[in-house]
C-alpha cells in the first residue's frame, strides 16, 4: 500500500499569512494526488484534484505542486473561512485508495 | 447539481449487521465508480472500499480492515451504491461517506454508524 504522511499535522497562523502543507507518498503516484478540505461537522471538500488542478469555485489563493513522492498545498494569503482540516489522497493505486493523516490548520 | 444522499446509519451490536445506502443524482451514475469512505470521531479518513462501473465488471476491492466483512454493491437503475456491513466491531463506529470516483470528487453528507454493546 502506499503510505501518505503529511505535515504538520497542526499549524496556527495569522489572517494574511502564507501557509504551506506537505504531503510524501511513500512511492511515486505521478500527479495523482488530490487535496481536500473538511470544516467541523461537514464532509469534506477536493479543492485540488491531479496535483495543481484547482476545482470550481474554490478560491485562487489555493494552490497545490509538486509530483512523484513530494507534493504541496499553499494558501497564499490564509484567510478566516480557511480554517479546518485538510487532508491529502494518492489516487494513484485505487485499491487501496489513502488518505494522509491530516492538518488541523487553525487562525491566531 | 450532483447530489450524494447517504442512509441508513445507526446503533447496532457488536457482531451484528447494517446495509447502508447512497442514492445519486445529478450525474451519469452507471459510469462512475463509486467509493466508500469512513471517518472515526476526531480522526482522520479511512477508504474502506470501491466498486467500478459495468464497462469494468463492477470490480470491487476492500480495505484490508474490512476485507471480508463489508460488501459494496450497486443498483444502476435505481442510482444507488450499497454498503453492506458484517460482523461489526466497535472499531467500525465512524461516519461513512459514499463519494464519486477515485478523486472523489464529490461527497455525501455521510451517515453515522455506531457500534456499541
Known amino acids: 500500500d502506499i503510505q501518505m504522511t503529511q505535515s504538520p499535522s497542526s499549524l496556527s497562523a495569522f489572517v494574511g499569512d502564507r501557509v504551506t502543507i506537505t504531503c510524501r507518498a511513500s512511492?511515486?503516484?505521478?500527479?495523482?494526488l488530490n487535496w481536500y478540505q473538511q470544516k467541523p461537522g461537514k464532509a469534506p471538500r477536493l479543492l485540488i484534484q491531479?496535483?495543481?488542478s484547482l476545482q470550481s469555485g474554490v478560491p485562487s489563493r489555493f494552490s497545490g505542486s509538486g509530483s512523484g513522492t513530494d507534493f504541496t498545498l499553499t494558501i497564499s494569503s490564509l484567510q478566516p473561512e480557511d480554517s479546518g482540516s485538510y487532508y491529502c489522497q494518492q489516487s494513484y493505486s485505487s485499491s487501496p485508495v489513502t488518505f494522509g493523516g491530516g492538518t488541523k490548520v487553525e487562525i491566531k | 447539481e450532483v447530489q450524494l444522499v447517504e442512509s441508513g446509519g445507526g446503533l447496532v451490536h457488536p457482531g451484528g449487521s447494517l446495509k447502508l445506502s447512497c442514492v445519486a443524482s445529478?450525474?451519469?451514475?452507471?459510469?462512475?465508480?463509486m467509493h466508500w469512505v469512513r471517518q472515526a470521531s476526531g480522526k482522520g479518513l479511512e477508504w474502506v472500499g470501491r466498486?467500478?462501473?459495468?464497462?469494468?465488471?463492477?470490480?470491487?476491492a476492500y480495505a484490508a480492515s474490512v476485507k471480508g466483512r463489508f460488501t459494496i454493491s450497486r443498483d444502476d437503475s435505481k442510482n444507488t451504491a450499497f454498503l453492506e456491513m458484517n460482523s461489526l466491531e466497535t472499531e467500525d463506529t465512524a461516519i461513512y461517506y459514499c463519494t464519486r470516483g477515485t478523486s472523489s470528487d464529490f461527497w455525501g453528507q455521510g451517515t453515522l454508524v455506531t457500534v456499541s454493546s
Open positions: 491531479a496535483a495543481s
Open positions: 512511492q511515486g503516484v505521478g500527479t495523482y
Open positions: 445529478g450525474f451519469t451514475f452507471s459510469g462512475s465508480a
Open positions: 466498486i467500478r462501473s459495468r464497462p469494468n465488471n463492477y470490480a470491487t
